[in-house]
């Protein structure tokens, strides 16, 4: 089964917009999975403009099922995950002030450094993942540093089936299987929505995970975060 782990950056960005604390960051991660999904995953940024880091400290104790926290493996970023010791920690190449992540790792250029991180985080218990492209080359080196899954960036996949182009999803499904191959993990995330994410999981061999939050987040603005939430494990039984 592929569990679905919900991204409440948006939740925060909604928050932070008029100061206090309204809507209650940690009521919506407690109705989430009470709701049913398996996951909560938070993205916090250098400048703390949607996730804050002592949300992370706050969240720790109320998450209950599964807490992804995604980021670049910068010095405080390093420091705040072993702190919380979430169950996974998902390695992201955001630049600083990036609005959203655009690129997976290059995990040959970077694999000493990703090695290093990914030995650190397993020493303390917490699962690992890194964030690529479906390439190949990117996901052979991903498995040299001894990380315990991928995720698929599909921001290609969910523009081009966008389009009506089916076939958009063929780097994937190679992907998956050359992981597969590799005895690794397979978590996806980014643009993935109510609209695909039943083509993409249906295709995807092995998909263990998805993480999804800007489309759910906004879907249930019309249609109420129980439903969507809902919508999402039905589409991906």
């Not at 969910?158 to 992981?179: C, M, S, T, V, W």
């Not at 590799?182 to 998805?210: M, R, T, Y």
Request: hydrophobic letters at 40%.
């Amino acid at each position: 089964m592929t569990k679905l782990s919900v991204n409440i950056n948006k939740i925060a960005t909604l928050r932070n917009a008029r100061g206090g604390n309204v809507p209650d960051l940690l009521k919506v991660a407690t109705d989430i999975q009470k709701f049913g999904a398996q996951g909560i995953t938070i993205h916090p940024r250098p400048d703390e403009r949607h996730i804050r880091y002592q949300d992370a400290r706050d969240l720790k104790p109320i998450v209950y099922t599964e807490f992804n926290i995604e980021g670049n493996p910068q010095h405080n970023f390093i420091d705040l995950v072993l702190e919380c010791k979430p169950e996974q920690v998902t390695l992201v190449p955001d630049a600083i002030g990036a609005i959203t992540s655009s690129a997976g790792w290059d995990t040959v250029k970077h694999q000493a450094y990703l090695t290093e991180m990914i030995q650190e985080f397993q020493r303390h218990g917490i699962r690992t993942s890194i964030f690529v492209d479906p390439i190949q080359e990117m996901i052979e080196g991903a498995k040299k540093t001894g990380t315990d899954r991928i995720e698929l960036y599909t921001e290609a996949f969910a523009h081009q089936y966008g389009l009506g182009n089916e076939r958009g999803i063929d780097p994937y499904i190679k992907a998956a299987a050359f992981a597969n191959e590799l005895n690794l993990g397979i978590n996806a995330g980014h643009d993935l929505s109510l609209e695909n994410i039943q083509f993409f999981k249906q295709n995807i061999p092995g998909l263990l995970e998805v993480s999804i939050g800007h489309a759910l987040i906004s879907e249930a603005l019309y249609l109420g975060l129980e439903n969507v939430v809902n919508m999402y494990l039905h589409k991906m039984k």
